[in-house]
């Protein structure tokens, strides 16, 4: 029992170290991914209905509709236990400028009545057709809870699937079409949300509000299609064999090489060293983002499960505090 217990408090320590940097994202401006930081296995799922007034492309991850029509989205995710409520955010913000908030054009804006129970709602790109949906944000936001957004409420009127998640269909529509903004290209993000603000989960996709969305689709999957073919080595080349089988070798070896030289550079770049105090120092260079957030979040669970076998040891708490603070910048990169 004394194990279990003792499991318990790691598992607590660990959570609450992880997520104490989660409410800091909700203040910052948004970011193009999809995570899963609360481990809800949280996902959309868009099924195209036949003959809709909007398509849904899997290539492009893209959303093709009209405006004023509304598309249902189903959102999964796992409860846990204990239950705890959950909230859905949504909000519309363009691909190529994250730092600009979405707003409506005044063209659309001017025909909707202003009444004392609409004012957020009326400014709001998105609308929610599911009840209880409250909007939140004004025009000058930038942070991710600041901007115009849609908050849903979840763990109501679901369904629990096969596979143990639960399963809720929500409804939305725009109100204002890409080429009242701009023509700029934008993209939907939905927050899963704890209910006191904590961003545990976040799914992208980018979305067209167009007057013909099976056009513009066609058109698009088409380019991206043709960009595909281009990077493929062009069939002229079967016309002789023999010299594109040699070409093919002297490229191998010439990868071989190049491939033997860029490991000899980067255990170059990989810096092991100890200071003067002591202690250990590791500089490493990441080929991507998500590896160096991988690599820091492993430092901070040996980190948190060392604070629970020494709480008193004062040194070891303010290394967990500076791998946090060095999450927080690694999550801020670009």
């Not at 236990?81 to 804006?109: E, G, K, T, W, Y």
């Not at 070798?249 to 490991?263: H, L």
Request: with cysteine.
């Amino acid at each position: 029992m004394k194990l279990y217990q003792l499991y318990e408090r790691k598992q607590s320590v660990l959570r609450e170290m992880m997520l104490q940097d989660i409410q800091i994202q909700a203040n910052t401006l948004p970011k193009l991914e999809n995570h899963n930081i609360g481990g809800y296995c949280f996902s959309m799922v868009l099924d195209e209905p036949p003959k809709s007034l909007w398509m849904y492309s899997i290539p492009l991850n893209k959303l093709y509709i009209r405006m004023n029509k509304a598309f249902n989205v189903d959102v999964q995710f796992k409860s846990k236990m204990p239950i705890q409520p959950l909230n859905l955010r949504v909000f519309l913000c363009f691909s190529n400028d994250v730092s600009a908030p979405v707003v409506r054009c005044q063209n659309h804006l001017s025909v909707e009545p202003l009444t004392a129970n609409n004012a957020k709602m009326r400014e709001s790109l998105l609308r929610s057709e599911n009840p209880n949906s409250v909007y939140c944000g004004n025009a000058q936001g930038k942070g991710i809870s600041e901007r115009f957004s849609v908050v849903v409420p979840l763990n109501m009127s679901r369904s629990v699937t096969r596979s143990g998640l639960t399963r809720q269909t929500l409804a939305f529509k725009f109100v204002c079409q890409n080429s009242c903004i701009g023509r700029k290209e934008t993209s939907l993000v939905f927050c899963l949300e704890k209910a006191c603000g904590d961003i545990v989960g976040q799914h992208v996709i980018h979305v067209k509000i167009c007057t013909c969305p099976k056009r513009d689709r066609i058109q698009d999957e088409r380019q991206l299609n043709s960009k595909k073919r281009k990077s493929v080595p062009e069939a002229a080349e079967e016309d002789e064999p023999s010299k594109v089988r040699r070409c093919i070798a002297i490229k191998t070896e010439d990868t071989e090489s190049n491939d033997s030289r860029d490991c000899d550079d980067s255990a170059a770049e990989w810096n092991v060293s100890r200071t003067p105090d002591g202690d250990y120092r590791l500089a490493i260079t990441c080929p991507n983002k998500e590896w160096l957030l991988q690599s820091i979040e492993g430092m901070i669970k040996e980190a948190a499960a060392e604070v629970l076998r020494n709480p008193n040891q004062e040194n070891l708490r303010r290394h967990a505090n500076k791998l946090l603070s060095l999450k927080k910048r690694a999550y801020e990169l670009p």
